[in-house]
């Protein structure tokens, strides 16, 4: 059975009312990617705020000055979903991780459980403080980034990782609150 046919429950902008700047984005995100993600287009509706987004997701999930890996960002971003059981960036950050480790079923066991994944303990404990930040956020405590750095996270990695788990966070929210569907694309690819 198919998801449903939908981008949000909200309207979004035509891409003729989209800014130049945005409309030049959406035609790389096309080229590249081979879609525009859904996410995009539902933040039409505000288009100085999908702006705002994009220049974030960017340079956190894609920036060069960050001792996380790609790979590890997208790690996160999978746990935290399924802490909050996310469909739209489960399937979407699912289908990044596939593409980032070359193994599919690497991105399945993140979703569904990311302990029964063969992790390094780098990886091991940065997802057991992307559960818990999620999950319990009340419960951590300097003995959390203690863990973090005896595998040998830096300070800075401690806040970008803190980072990435509250910009899922939010991510995850507003995924809920407007009802985003991802791009169907997503399921099929790099299996």
């Known amino acids: 059975m198919p ?6 429950a909200l309207p979004i902008a035509a891409e003729d009312a989209l800014g130049e700047d945005l409309k030049k984005y959406f035609a790389k995100a096309q080229e590249k ?7 995009l287009k539902a933040y039409t509706l505000r288009q100085e705020r999908l702006r705002n987004f994009m220049t974030m997701y960017n340079e956190l999930m894609l920036g060069k000055d960050s001792g996380l890996s ?8 999978v746990v935290v979903s399924s802490a909050n059981r996310c469909y739209y960036c489960l399937v979407a950050h699912g289908q990044a991780v596939r593409q980032y480790s070359e193994d599919p079923q690497l991105g399945e066991m993140l979703v569904m459980n990311y ?30 980034r203690k863990a973090l750095r005896d595998v040998g996270f830096s300070n800075e990695d401690i806040f970008d990782i803190t980072e990435t ?13 407007l009802e985003m569907i991802p791009n169907a694309e997503y399921h099929a690819m790099n299996r």
Do not use: C, H
């Open 115 to 144: 302990r029964v994944a063969k992790l390094s303990a780098r990886q091991r404990a940065m997802l057991d403080y992307a559960w818990r930040l999620t999950a319990t956020p009340f419960e951590v405590s300097e003995a959390d």
């Open 70 to 77: 790609k790979l590890e960002r997208e790690m996160i971003a």
């Open 165 to 177: 788990i509250g910009f899922f966070n939010m991510s995850n929210r507003m995924a809920y609150g």
């Open 3 to 8: 998801q449903p046919d939908k981008i949000s």
């Open 33 to 39: 990617l081979g879609l525009v993600p859904n996410v």
